[in-house]
């Protein structure tokens, strides 16, 4: 029995040994090893064919590292256990998971299910395809309306009887525009679709047979049969029942039923569940494993970058002020700019109310400012086009503040046009004119302090000769 023991032990320290060799470390970052299988699944997707910058293994080793310390960090700080988290990352999963829950026998049972359900509310009767000519009489009409409607359909059933065209007068007469573009055929009807006037006389016709006119609490109709049938045999309907499954997306509901039997055969939550399957998933699929594992370490750099970089600049109004005044020559213009506003108004009197409402304000509270003096009730007395423009940029601000020869279209009930603000000649005098740039420029500095720190508090090492085997093995 020992014998026996340390044999099964051998083999299984020997397959385990076979799959390393297949997919070795290529490096390890904070203790963790990073599978070559891994680091290929990566590089591959972000340097397809459609990528403009492309970059080969060896430059994409860094841009994978740094990725990976960020994702280190996040871990660190245990973004992972955050419920918020947890939710965004189990929705992704089971994205990629919820499928592998059903068979195709599953969706064949449902479609079948469709069928027979289709079938039984049919019935006997069967379907019907009849097509009719149709006078509108509302079921509150007085008597007198009712009478005219009589007497028409009436003449127009004479009309039929003596050899008209059904398909004529239901184009030229029928009040049912979208049966009468279609010489009065309305599409096929099973029982319980429609008014039961309607049904209790078509269902009796035959084909090629006309009914008398009759009333519904729509109005008159006269109907004429056209054809009769039974619900066609499964097999010819099979592939029409599965479009409609993917349309109305009923295999979601089929994927709901199965997980419930699922989870409550195995004793476990839902949720539990769809943990376990998608770990045994993962562990025989490793497209699946990296699919999944970039949804959660995405997830990770997301917010942890969120947190070091985005939403830390933008919110940092000190240290934009302080970058913008440090770099300010990076930011100077080729040509003038104008800092201010162009306006419209309805009456002259308003052109210098506006100047006067905003000429001790500060130009990023102008747009408040207008809004709550001039547009703060009903009418709108002003209408206004506010930022930094250069040349080209509007062609009132050509003319008014640039000088431009340019023809401004006047504006609907506005007819005073007007400028106000400055003329900025040597570049942008303060960072909110030019925030965006500012910004970016900023993240991209924190951003690299930050990789810096991390390069410095997590080790990483690479093996380079498995690094040439990438893609190549």
Avoid: C
Avoid at 235 to 260: A, P, V, Y
Avoid at 286 to 307: A, V
Wanted: no cysteine.
């Amino acid at each position: 029995m020992k014998k026996i023991k340390l044999l099964i032990a051998a083999a299984l320290i020997a397959q385990s040994s076979a799959f390393a060799q297949s997919d070795p470390t290529v490096m390890t970052i904070n203790g963790q090893p990073v599978s070559r299988s891994e680091f290929e699944y990566s590089y591959n997707k972000n340097n397809t064919g459609g990528v403009i910058d492309k970059k080969t293994v060896d430059e994409y080793v860094d841009l994978f590292i740094n990725y990976k310390l960020k994702v280190a960090a996040a871990l660190d700080a245990r973004l992972d256990t955050l419920t918020s988290f947890k939710k965004e990352f189990a929705q992704y999963r089971d994205q990629q998971v919820r499928p592998t829950l059903i068979t195709n026998d599953d969706v064949e049972r449902e479609a079948k299910k469709i069928y027979d359900t289709t079938k039984a509310n049919i019935g006997e009767d069967g379907l019907i395809l009849p097509a009719h000519i149709f006078l509108m009489v509302g079921q509150k009409a007085p008597q007198e309306d009712i009478d005219k409607a009589k007497v028409r359909i009436d003449s127009i059933y004479g009309a039929l009887k003596a050899g008209a065209d059904f398909a004529d007068l239901a184009r030229r007469l029928s009040q049912d525009p979208g049966s009468a573009r279609n010489d009065g055929e309305l599409p096929w009807i099973s029982r319980n679709q429609t008014l039961k006037e309607f049904e209790d006389v078509a269902f009796k016709l035959s084909p090629g047979e006309m009914s008398a006119p009759f009333l519904s609490p729509a109005g008159y109709h006269i109907v004429l049969m056209k054809e009769r049938k039974q619900l066609e045999p499964y097999d010819s309907l099979r592939s029409n029942i599965m479009t409609f499954i993917e349309q109305r997306k009923l295999r979601e509901g089929i994927i709901n039923r199965k997980l419930d039997t699922l989870a409550l055969a195995a004793n476990m939550s839902k949720e539990d569940y769809m943990t376990r399957r998608a770990d045994s998933l993962r562990a025989a699929d490793p497209e699946m494993d990296n699919l999944i594992k970039e949804y959660h370490d995405g997830l990770l750099l997301y917010e942890i970058s969120n947190r070091h970089v985005w939403d830390k600049a933008a919110k940092d109004e000190e240290g934009l002020k302080a970058f913008f005044e440090k770099n300010k020559s990076k930011y100077a213009w080729d040509a003038p700019r104008f800092k201010g506003m162009a306006y419209h108004v309805k009456t002259k009197s308003d052109v210098k109310a506006v100047k006067n409402s905003v000429k001790k304000v500060p130009f990023t509270d102008w747009a408040e400012t207008l809004r709550k003096t001039f547009n703060n009730d009903s009418t709108i007395r002003i209408r206004v086009e506010k930022g930094i423009f250069k040349k080209g940029d509007n062609t009132l601000v050509d003319r008014e503040v640039f000088k431009q020869k340019v023809n401004v279209a006047p504006m609907k009930d506005y007819p005073f046009d007007a400028t106000f603000g400055k003329i900025l000649k040597n570049g942008p005098e303060e960072y909110t004119d030019v925030r965006g740039l500012v910004t970016a420029d900023y993240q991209d500095k924190l951003e690299k302090e930050w990789v810096e720190e991390l390069r410095k508090k997590y080790s990483v090492t690479v093996d380079k000769e498995v690094l040439k085997t990438v893609n190549n093995h």
